[in-house]
């Protein structure tokens, strides 16, 4: 069994910044992908950003040259530095992690832009 926490959403103002996290702990013995997804209010879920395999780091559009993912191995814990944020960016945050052929999920934090 795997469990994801997530931390570090808020209530910022637009054009601050926010660092989520996401660490894992269970039964990892290789964790594939790690990945952010979001989701706002009467909206689809959206792929924020994922690392496949330690390769390069894939960003949607909306958040390229404003958010950084980062892992860290010894930790299990993956990070989203958001900078810059808008309104737009106001979600919920999940992350996600594919170990072998599971995926688990995060239970979500909340990131709120006012503007």
């Known amino acids: 069994q795997v469990q994801l926490v997530e931390s570090g959403g808020g209530l910022v103002q637009a054009g601050g910044s926010l660092r989520l996290s996401c660490a894992a702990s269970?039964?990892?013995?290789?964790?594939?992908?790690m990945g952010w997804y979001r989701q706002a209010p009467g909206k689809k879920l959206e792929l924020v950003a994922q690392i496949i395999d330690g390769r390069s780091t894939d960003y949607a559009d909306s958040v390229k040259g404003r958010c950084t993912m980062s892992r860290d191995n010894a930790k299990n814990t993956v990070y989203l530095q958001m900078n810059a944020l808008k309104a737009e960016d106001t979600a919920v945050y999940y992350c996600?992690?594919?170990?072998?052929?599971?995926?688990?999920w995060g239970q979500g934090t909340q990131v709120t832009v006012s503007s």
């Open positions: 996600r992690i594919v170990v072998g052929v599971e995926a688990y």
């Open positions: 269970g039964s990892i013995f290789s964790i594939n992908i």
